[in-house]
């Protein structure tokens, strides 16, 4: 029978900068899962790491123990016509407006043969969620059984869908806890809290898309690339193929903010076409996905023009019930926001466009919320574009006219235009990539 501990001893150790054993960790986590730690003490637990932080052996510990909370997956049994195992990637984000990027790059990989099996959120606050865009598309349905995934990952090769509740069931409790206790905000929980989930999912290969800036979770570049750090390390030592991609947050992804409108952005982007930010990206990140799994040298923008991507697409929108021809919701009601003056759009703040599409009904408040498919926010211009007194800036979208001024004033301040149409230096999309060389 395994040890068990004192928890009120484990948080003074923690609370006066002392580290926690494998042992203690593991029983830890185990006993609050099923219940024999309280909420308020796994409170003051998570505030002490917050304050404290933990070691990488900490931290690996930490993950480990979440993990084994719940179930692992495996798609070991995906096989090549020559027998061979087909190797699995997958991306994670940690969060940006506008952030469209797995629409078009969970096809784009898997049109390379490579399964691609992306287990997705919803948007809270400011951020957009995956499951919430994709829903947008009539019909589609985010829940699959394990069974159906896997015959989905083997016919298709792309699915995404919603992470099963036997996923890490340790951090679904302990991220619930830590939103209401003010301790999101730690690298050593983050870091575990999303490489439980990817490590229990078991793709062999994985891309991190850590962003920075206003719109981001991490607002500087430094606590970036200590996320970013910490999650190769994590992913590195669990035998997962791990590289890390720091990229720039200040400013939305693509001229989309909101669900359906991303939706139609994303397949822009799979039919060819696309705001240049958005390809660039998606065609970065299935560069390092292909790459995790050995596959080097090819021309990943190739799939794009040439229509693989969007038979890859269509196959897995169909797969899940959706129907990719279906026409995409319009909103009740559209606001537009005009330039007051002539000349270069010289910033977008990420934040307050987020902020702006979430009040208009693309994000929810609550968990329990509803999301409306066809709120969200088209931006007529962006940083480094001229723009005329008078023009269309950007439109918002909603089914409940009342939320527009709101939605407005989340705005106020958020666009600088400089008057004298002199150039603008835009900020690289990606800052670093860290692989587990640089650790
Ligand atoms: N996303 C997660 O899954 N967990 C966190 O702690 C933060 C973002």
């Known amino acids: 029978m395994s040890r068990t501990f004192d928890v009120v001893d484990l948080i003074r150790t923690k609370r006066d900068g002392g580290r926690l054993s494998q042992d203690q960790i593991q ?4 006993a609050y899962t099923d219940e024999r730690v309280a909420e308020e003490q796994m409170s003051a637990m998570a505030m002490a790491i917050l304050l404290r932080g933990m ?31 087909r190797l699995t990637a ?9 952030d469209k990027i797995t629409l078009p790059l969970a096809p784009l990989v898997a049109s390379f043969g490579v399964p691609v099996p992306q287990l997705s959120g919803r948007g809270l606050g400011h951020t957009g969620g ?51 206790t003010g301790t999101v905000e730690s690298i050593p929980l983050i870091a575990s809290s999303i490489m439980s989930k990817k ?38 030592d669990a035998g997962v193929n791990t590289t890390a991609l720091i990229t720039e ?29 958005v390809v660039d990206l998606t065609a970065a990140l299935a560069e390092e ?58 910033r977008m703040d990420a934040y307050a466009v987020g902020v702006a599409a979430w009040r208009l009904g693309a994000g929810r ?23 005329t007194a008078g023009a269309p800036l950007l439109s918002l979208y909603t089914d409940d006219e009342a939320r527009i001024s709101r939605a407005e004033e989340a705005l106020a301040g958020a666009i600088d235009v400089d008057a004298s149409g002199g150039p603008v230096e835009l900020p690289d999309l990606i800052h670093a990539r860290i692989t587990a060389a640089d650790l």
């Open 27 to 30: 029983w830890l986590v185990g």
């Open 55 to 85: 070691d990488r052996e900490e931290i690996a510990q930490w993950t480990a123990a979440m993990i084994a909370s719940g179930e692992r997956m495996d798609f070991s049994g995906l096989t090549a016509a020559d027998g061979s195992r």
């Open 90 to 98: 997958d991306k994670h984000s940690t969060g940006g407006v506008g």
């Open 130 to 180: 995956t499951l919430d865009k994709m829903e947008a598309i009539v019909g589609w349905r985010a829940h699959l059984s394990n069974d159906e995934m896997f015959a989905q990952l083997d016919s298709v090769g792309a699915v995404i869908c919603a992470a099963g509740s036997g996923l890490a069931p340790a951090d679904k409790k302990l991220y619930a806890l830590r939103d209401v």
């Open 199 to 236: 490590i229990a999912e078991g793709a062999d290969a994985l891309v991190l898309d850590v962003k920075t800036g206003t719109g981001a979770f991490m607002k500087s570049y430094d606590d970036a690339a200590e996320l970013a750090r910490t999650m190769v390390a994590l992913g590195t």
């Open 249 to 277: 947050m200040n400013t939305p992804l693509g001229l989309t903010a909101g669900n359906g409108v991303e939706v139609e952005e994303s397949v822009e982007v799979l039919a060819g076409g696309g705001p240049a930010d």
């Open 289 to 346: 996905m292909l790459a995790g799994v050995g596959i080097t040298g090819v021309d990943v923008r190739e799939h794009l023009r040439n229509g693989k991507a969007m038979d890859s697409w269509r196959a897995m929108v169909a797969a899940q019930g959706g129907n990719p021809d279906a026409p995409l919701p319009q909103p009740k009601h559209t606001h537009t926001i005009t330039a007051a003056v002539s000349g270069t759009v010289t």
């Open 365 to 387: 408040g609550r968990k329990e919320d509803p999301v409306q498919a066809a709120a969200g926010i088209r931006m007529h211009a962006k940083p480094g574009d001229t723009i």
